[in-house]
């Protein structure tokens, strides 16, 4: 089945463009040219990847990408911006944000940058190689065959990290993830959940350690 891919971008001749140079490629592709539809549309249809421009009518492309993440953390995305200056990159990259492009571009650099995106999203399906698999039907986790024994929040934390194995979530991004609500939690309660993951994991696998902490920063999944 192809990848379906949505790009999100007001200018209508080039949203046009992008969607036949990827379509050229194999990809499923869908258009959309205001930001306030974009959350609807993808809980109903899905996407592997969305191209989010940054400046949209209805909703901006920094709030939808925070939304996104927290609600469908396995989608790539990969945010079109004519805005350049530093703060709105890094931040772009901090909502969850997989790769930026800058306006102007061409659109076989476009093509080239879903591409790449996209295979960093298979690779991140290799812990499952190692044992680890992730159930979303029943919210379990498994671990050379043995039930983690998660509950929900710890699968969704989980969840998160493994997705993207190497990438370094900071608390508020994995609070987001973990409670879509908007409750308020404090830092020490990922600490708490990442910790009894921990212990659970170390039952199966005493002597590895998956989940690390990053200093000043949050926590990161990698299997070394």
């Known amino acids: 089945m192809a990848e379906r891919l949505l790009v999100v971008e007001d200018e209508v001749k080039l949203a046009g463009l992008l969607r036949d140079y990827l379509a050229q490629e194999g990809y499923a592709v869908s258009m959309l040219h205001r930001g306030d539809q974009v959350e609807e549309?993808?809980?109903?249809?899905?996407?592997?990847?969305?191209?989010?421009?940054?400046?949209?009518?209805?909703?901006?492309?920094?709030?939808?990408?925070?939304?996104?993440?927290?609600?469908?953390p396995d989608i790539a995305i990969i945010m079109v911006t004519a805005r350049v200056d530093e703060i709105d990159r890094?931040?772009?990259?901090?909502?969850?944000?997989?790769?930026?492009?800058?306006?102007p571009f061409s659109p076989r650099e476009v093509v080239a940058r879903v591409k790449a995106v996209l295979r960093r999203g298979r690779r991140a399906a290799a812990p499952q190689e190692h044992g680890l698999v992730m159930d979303d039907a029943g919210f379990k986790a498994s671990l050379n065959g043995r039930?983690?024994?998660?509950?929900?929040?710890?699968?969704?934390?989980?969840?998160?990290?493994v997705a993207q194995p190497g990438r370094i979530y900071s608390r508020d991004q994995l609070m987001d993830a973990m409670y879509r609500d908007?409750?308020?939690?404090?830092?020490?309660?990922?600490?708490?959940?990442?910790?009894?993951?921990?212990?659970?994991?170390?039952?199966?696998?005493p002597d590895r350690e998956i989940i690390y902490s990053v200093y000043g920063v949050g926590y990161k999944y990698e299997w070394s």
């Open 41 to 72: 549309w993808v809980d109903e249809h899905g996407a592997d990847l969305v191209l989010l421009d940054l400046m949209l009518p209805g909703k901006g492309g920094l709030d939808i990408c925070k939304a996104l993440r927290a609600a469908h």
């Open 90 to 103: 890094l931040l772009g990259l901090e909502l969850g944000a997989d790769d930026y492009i800058c306006k």
């Open 147 to 161: 039930d983690l024994g998660l509950t929900a929040v710890e699968y969704q934390l989980l969840k998160v990290l």
């Open 182 to 205: 908007e409750r308020v939690v404090s830092d020490r309660t990922v600490d708490s959940h990442v910790k009894k993951i921990r212990k659970k994991i170390s039952d199966v696998l």
